[in-house]
């Protein structure tokens, strides 16, 4: 199977609505297991809050600086992030073309160490 941005990017929900005041910025694109991936393109502000499930990000487009747990990284095209379950984390300052490809996986509270 093979999954571009630019496809993704095609499905993502967009105008805005009472959960998403600023327009739905991710979408599902396959699940198998415990695994799902998501291209997340946040506008404006990234309004995450911490996930039930251990991730990874793939920066897909664009460049930003990433809070993971109060440290703050640069972060542009290529870079691969790992965030734990239940850690606070957002992106800031990103570019107007941001994209990101998420991948949760594991179980509900996240892996052991």
Do not use: C
């Not at 109060?70 to 790992?82: N, S």
């Amino acid at each position: 199977m093979k999954w571009t941005p630019g496809e993704a990017l095609g499905r993502l929900p967009g105008p805005p609505n009472e959960l998403w005041p600023q327009g739905a910025r991710s979408v599902s694109v396959f699940r198998h297991g415990t695994m799902e991936l998501k291209l997340y393109a946040p506008r404006g502000i990234d309004p995450q809050q911490p996930h039930t499930r251990d991730e990874i990000y793939v920066v897909v487009a664009g460049h930003s600086r990433f809070d993971n747990g109060g440290e703050v990284v640069e972060v542009a095209t290529g870079d691969v992030l790992f965030v734990p379950a239940g850690r606070v984390h957002r992106f800031l300052d990103f570019s107007d073309d941001f994209a990101t490809w998420v991948v949760f996986y594991g179980r509900e509270g996240g892996e052991s160490p």
